[in-house]
């Protein structure tokens, strides 16, 4: 989207993570009081156990900023602390000139007086997936008498509907068709795996349903026939 002065705002004050910056930072919170806050909503249910194993497997990766040493395994607090942001820029190759290019997010539960929660590609290695975003933090590990921030999302992935119960209009337009996982099936992600946000149309005919919006650019349109080739579609 456009450049507005709020994003221009929000990116002053941001926190570099590689690819992404992370801003509109929020006061710390513990991991009792996030769960308190959240109790009744099952996106957040085991929030620490799941962050907890997220976070022991993504460190124990060859690239990991944090080294975890051999036989040792993460472990998670109660009353860790943990810091939101509710903004989020991303930057990315595009693949139609190579060029570098910016996505500014938003993950924000009162974004001028309505929830914002914007959906995005995150990339995988078994392949990238379509998600929205429900929270944005950093989580501090210490190792070798460091203190290191780690940028994760929590997110709701969606998953691809199969040709076969496509729609003839589906067919003709050429939308690809998604659905929502339940909220209990969200998962952590390294932040960093965002690639850059999406726009999904909502399905008239099913409330889960959605369709990926791929005309507004053509990054988005090349992506989308790597991501689901149209023999697949």
Not at 43 to 72: I, T
Not at 90 to 115: G, H, I, K, Q
Not at 182 to 203: K, M
Request: proline share 5%; glycine share 4%; charged share 25%.
């Amino acid at each position: 989207h456009e450049l507005t002065e709020d994003d221009v705002k929000d990116s002053k004050n941001a926190t570099s993570f590689g690819n992404i910056q992370l801003g509109a930072p929020q006061t710390r919170v513990s991991l009792e009081e996030l769960q308190f806050t959240h109790l009744n909503d099952v996106a957040f249910r085991n929030f620490r156990g799941r962050l907890e194993a997220a976070l022991d497997e993504l460190l124990r990766q060859k690239d990991s900023p944090v080294k975890l040493s051999r036989g040792s395994k993460l472990t998670i607090k109660p009353n860790s602390y943990l810091k939101e942001y509710r903004f989020i820029k991303a930057s990315y190759e595009s693949l139609v000139d190579w060029r570098a290019y910016t996505d500014y997010l938003r993950c924000n539960p009162m974004f001028y007086n309505r929830p914002r929660y914007d959906c995005v590609i995150v990339h995988s290695m078994d392949g990238d997936y379509f998600a929205r975003l429900l929270f944005v933090f950093t989580y501090v590990v210490e190792a070798d008498d460091k203190d290191t921030p780690i940028p994760m999302a929590l997110v709701q992935p969606f998953t691809t509907i199969k040709q076969e119960n496509f729609t003839k209009k589906d067919i003709d337009l050429g939308l690809l068709r998604l659905e929502e996982t339940l909220r209990a099936e969200s998962i952590f992600i390294p932040a960093r795996s965002i690639v850059h946000g999406v726009y999904l149309v909502p399905d008239n005919e099913k409330e889960t349903g959605w369709s990926v919006l791929d005309t507004l650019d053509s990054d988005m349109f090349l992506r989308m026939h790597i991501m689901y080739p149209p023999s697949n579609t």
